[in-house]
């Protein structure tokens, strides 16, 4: 079993570390999930200074990078002062393609590289990448081993179940043979593949798997809130547990589960911190972007109205327009009407669910 210096209920976490990846060492247990489309650095930095113990760059194609594509370096955009320990999220099957993109990306500050084996994406799993190697263990040894070889760094994996209800658990076929090869610690989301988001997680694959194995489980999936994280990290016995969705223009999240891990109480997020939170990211995102900027801009604005009275007509008018200050402008409006309707309870800004068209290869 792992060993880890989990936080007595109610108290302050015993000294030391929280959660020991091989040669890495992380603050905490709560780690950002790689999120394609949506964690660009911007994302990650609001996520990490708000207290994320590891955030994960968005999967990233092997093929792209192994011939230095200029999308494919685009997403391991960071900076070690601002954003440590970061991982390198890989997908591909060729073991000498991801060995040479795993040393591009440790070239470019990545702490860790993690090997996608969960993606449903059609596109994806079609080229036989992603989700479609857990039908092939042999080729996934070949590729942990090659990654294991070619860097320093903690190499881990994601990865769902099995492919599909019926076939068994693959997740405890790869488990000793990740091992094997050196694999330092196994994220679960635990839903098939061909489920993609339907239904619920099911956390008791993510304790079962913890209890077999000798490296880290990490748990990802439906993550709301901070009781429930901290939850799902102490009842299933997971080292760690991957936010995803849940941190969708609420990068406080991680600053909650992080006073409730201490046992302090979560702090409250004001209105005013919303909106500096929101304006901040849209100007990140905004340097980062540059001329996908409207399109980008618009829905990350959007996440940050959730649960805000008026909403549906600000997002109306959001959507027309393609100027950052005016765009800003109208957040503001529909934060100020929020509060003389409202006053400044805490509100209920849960995301859900990917909104209709949002990630649609995915459902
Ligand atoms: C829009 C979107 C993009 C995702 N991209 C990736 C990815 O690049 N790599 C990966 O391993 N998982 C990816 N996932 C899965 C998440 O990392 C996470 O495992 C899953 O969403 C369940 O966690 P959640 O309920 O906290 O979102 C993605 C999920 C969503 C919704």
Redesign the pocket.
């Known amino acids: 079993m792992v060993q880890i210096d989990a936080p007595r209920p109610g108290g302050r976490p015993a000294a030391g570390p929280a959660l020991r990846i091989a040669s890495l060492v992380l603050d905490n247990p709560f780690i950002l ?7 660009n650095f911007p994302f990650r930095r609001l996520a990490k200074e708000a207290g994320a113990g590891l955030t ?4 990233v194609s092997a093929a792209a990078l192994a011939c230095r594509g200029r999308a494919a370096l685009k997403l391991l955009e960071s900076d070690p002062a601002l954003e440590k320990p970061f991982g390198v ?1 890989l ?1 591909g099957k060729d073991p000498d393609q991801m060995a040479e993109a795993a040393r591009i990306a440790v070239d470019h500050g990545a702490d860790l590289i ?1 090997l ?4 449903p ?1 059609r596109k994806v799993i079609s080229s036989g990448h ?1 989700s479609a190697l857990l039908k092939d263990l042999p080729t996934v040894r070949k590729i942990i081993r090659a990654l294991v070889r070619a860097v320093p760094v903690p190499v881990t994996l ?1 990865t769902r179940p099995a492919f599909a209800p019926g076939v068994g658990e693959t997740v405890f076929d790869l488990l000793p043979l990740a091992v094997d090869e050196g694999a330092a610690a196994i ?1 679960l ?1 635990p ?1 098939m593949t061909s489920e993609g ?1 339907a239904g619920e ?1 099911d956390w008791r694959l993510v304790a079962r798997l913890a209890e077999k194995s000798p490296v880290p489980i990490i748990g ?5 809130g901070p009781r429930e994280a901290l939850d799902k990290l102490r009842r299933y016995g997971a080292a760690g547990v ?6 969708k223009g609420r990068p406080w999240l991680f600053r909650q589960c992080l006073a409730l891990w201490r046992g302090e109480e979560i702090p409250a997020v004001t209105l005013e911190e919303r909106l500096e939170t929101a304006e901040r990211h849209a100007r990140l995102l905004y340097g980062s972007v540059g001329p996908k900027a409207p399109f980008m801009l618009r829905t990350v604005l959007m996440w940050y109205t959730k649960g805000l009275r008026g909403a549906a007509e600000f997002r109306a008018r959001l959507c027309r327009e393609e100027d950052l200050e005016t765009q800003l402008d109208l957040l503001a409006q529909c934060v100020r009407r929020h509060r003389e309707e409202a006053g400044d309870a805490p509100i209920d800004d849960w995301g859900g ?2 909104a209709k068209g ?2 649609s290869e ?1 459902s």
């Open positions: 999930a790689p999120l394609a489309g949506l964690g994960f760059s968005e999967m999220q997908f993690d996608n084996l969960g993606c994406a992603g994601k994220t989301h839903r988001f997680a990802s999936g439906d993550i709301r991957m936010i995803g969705r849940g941190a669910a990917p949002e990630f995915l």
